[in-house]
Nanobody, 129 residues
Framework: QLQFVESGGGLVQPGESLKLSCAAS????????IGWFRQAPGKEREGVGC????????KYANSVKGRFTLSRDNVENTMYLQMNGLKPEDTAVYYC??????????????????????WGQGTQVTVSS
């Protein structure tokens, strides 16, 4: 069974950085594109970014573009989300998930959460002064 476990969240001040990890198991990771999503209280879960199976392609939501960077280590079966210049509006639970039926070495957020499955439990990120 494909599983993801997110970690690395915490409480930081605006402008600081965090690096989230998503450890995967149960499948051949180099065949899977991964999405990162976040959900704030009372709001729908929304896409943050995605990374293709090889890591060659990455896409980001406009709200995080230039601040967040996705990467992956397919040997260690781990994906990373480096978050710099954090803002209070980044406060949310962050999740990783596998993209459904993705094209080879391609990812997209256009289908939002419906395009992904096998969600992890999430890790809380709180940005506050």
């Amino acid at each position: 069974q494909l599983q993801f476990v997110e970690s690395g969240g915490g409480l930081v001040q605006p402008g600081e950085s965090l690096k989230l990890s998503c450890a995967a198991s149960g499948f051949t990771l180099d065949l899977i594109s991964i999405g990162w999503f976040r959900q704030a209280p009372g709001k729908e879960r929304e896409g943050v970014g995605c990374i293709s199976s090889s890591g060659k392609m990455t896409k980001y939501a406009n709200s995080v573009k230039g601040r967040f960077t996705l990467s992956r280590d397919n040997v260690e079966n781990t994906m990373y989300l480096q978050m710099n210049g954090l803002k209070p509006e980044d406060t949310a639970v962050y999740y990783c998930a596998a993209e459904r039926n993705s094209f080879p070495d391609f990812c997209t957020l256009q289908f939002n959460t419906r395009g992904f499955g096998y969600w992890g439990q999430g890790t809380q990120v709180t940005v506050s002064s």
